[in-house]
């Protein structure tokens, strides 16, 4: 027995549920996507010069000065860490003789690279250049880079050292 009442609400709730569907669709496709966020693989074993608990060295917070600009710089045990300017992150890949290398991201603008710093002797400075290797959607920028310089103003050593058991009088 076909009962014409059940088809029609059958039917109008497919119907409402079809436009639902076309609406959030529509919905979803109106609002501005959000930049992507730099994915960082590890490096591949190759790439890595010395063990990562080497990178020990690199901890504690730094100076970046470009051009009179002074950003503090905080990184842990791997040399990685964040800085306030643009929201960015900083990640060491390499750390061989004295030579530096990885890459930096900034959320607030959108903007991705890489660097290169030679250090000093003892591990406490040194003299740097960074270069894009995104500006938002284009992977392929030509934006010129710049050089900076880097100065180490406490290490997490110094500061582990300054918790440590009084000595005796």
């Known amino acids: 027995m076909d009962r014409p009442g059940i088809h029609a609400i059958k039917s109008t709730n497919l119907a409402f549920m079809s436009i639902g569907l076309v ?17 960082w693989p590890e490096p591949s074993s190759g790439e890595i010069s010395l063990h990562r608990a080497e990178h020990a060295v690199l901890a504690g917070e730094w100076e970046y000065e470009e051009s009179g600009m002074v950003v503090p710089l ?74 900076f310089h880097v100065l180490k103003v406490q290490s997490i050593v110094e500061n582990q050292g300054s918790r440590s058991a009084p000595s005796s009088p």
């Open 23 to 39: 609406a959030l669709a529509l919905q979803g496709c109106g609002h501005a996507s959000r930049p992507p966020e730099a994915t």
């Open 74 to 147: 905080r990184l842990d045990q791997f040399g990685n860490g964040f800085y306030d300017f643009k929201d960015g992150r900083f990640r060491t890949d390499i750390l061989s003789d004295r030579h530096w290398t990885g890459a930096w991201a900034q959320r607030e603008n959108n903007r991705e690279g890489g660097f290169e710093i030679t250090l000093s002797s003892d591990y406490s400075e040194g003299e740097g250049r960074w270069w894009y290797t995104r500006i938002e959607g284009d992977t392929a920028p030509t934006n010129p880079g710049g050089r």
